[in-house]
T-cell receptor, first 111, second 112 residues
């Protein structure tokens, strides 16, 4: 079964607001990654956080990781209409294991 | 710089026919992956390869086969297509060390 589960499945906010998406996973991991997918396109990597990290920033993105709860959150601050997309978390366990994705959160930012 | 290329972009296929989806990368990545994406189900791993000459089964491997004869190419074959294989298929590659994966633009396959 899929490793990650995003929450909520869909989120609609006004431009300028912050968007928070959550990801829960089942087993121990080496790192957790967030990806973005624009409609009809391939996924694009946003940010990677390792299991020994608790928080990471990249521009308007802030990712947290709580390994004790097996959960992560992605915060997009001051959202823009161009942030409208689906967002996926993916987990990497170790060694030769493949990257496993969740079901994604569809974010709609209304101008 | 191409990155990772999939072909065809879209295809309508009669049930029972054989079909090979092509995937090529020019980043010399060791690991390659095939996912299918269906509404409400996210991305599910079909098969993967950690290095040329090796392959592994993912979450939904039935009805699909792969080969990895060299580093660059990772074709996905449907031996006898069925309507439930209607989906968008994504190929991806990574260095195999758990770093970011790069995705192709996808192949939209409809089996009728």
């Amino acid at each position: 079964s899929q490793q990650g589960e995003e929450d909520p499945q869909a989120l609609s906010i006004q431009e300028g607001e912050n968007a928070t998406m959550n990801c829960s996973y089942k087993t121990s991991i080496n790192n957790l990654q967030w990806y973005r997918q624009n409609s009809g396109r391939g996924l694009v990597h946003l940010i990677l956080i390792r299991s020994n990290e608790r928080e990471k920033h990249s521009g308007r993105l802030r990712v947290t990781l709580d390994t004790s709860k097996k959960s992560s959150s992605l915060l997009i601050t001051a959202s823009r209409a161009a942030d409208t997309a689906s967002y996926f978390c993916a987990t990497f366990r170790s060694g030769n294991t493949p990257l496993v994705f969740g079901k994604g959160t569809r974010l709609s930012v209304i101008a | 710089i191409a990155g990772i290329t999939q072909a065809p972009t879209s295809q309508i296929l009669a049930a029972g026919r054989r079909m090979t989806l092509r995937c090529t990368q020019d980043m010399r990545h060791n690991a390659m992956y095939w996912y299918r994406q269906d509404l409400g189900l996210g991305l599910r791993l079909i098969h993967y390869s950690n290095t040329a000459g090796t392959t592994g089964k993912g979450e939904v491997p039935d009805g699909y086969s792969v080969s990895r004869a060299n580093t660059d190419d990772f074709p996905l074959t449907l031996a006898s297509a069925v309507p439930s294989q209607t989906s968008v298929y994504f190929c991806a590659s990574s260095d195999g060390q758990g770093n970011e994966a790069f995705f192709g633009q996808g192949t939209r396959l409809t089996v009728v």
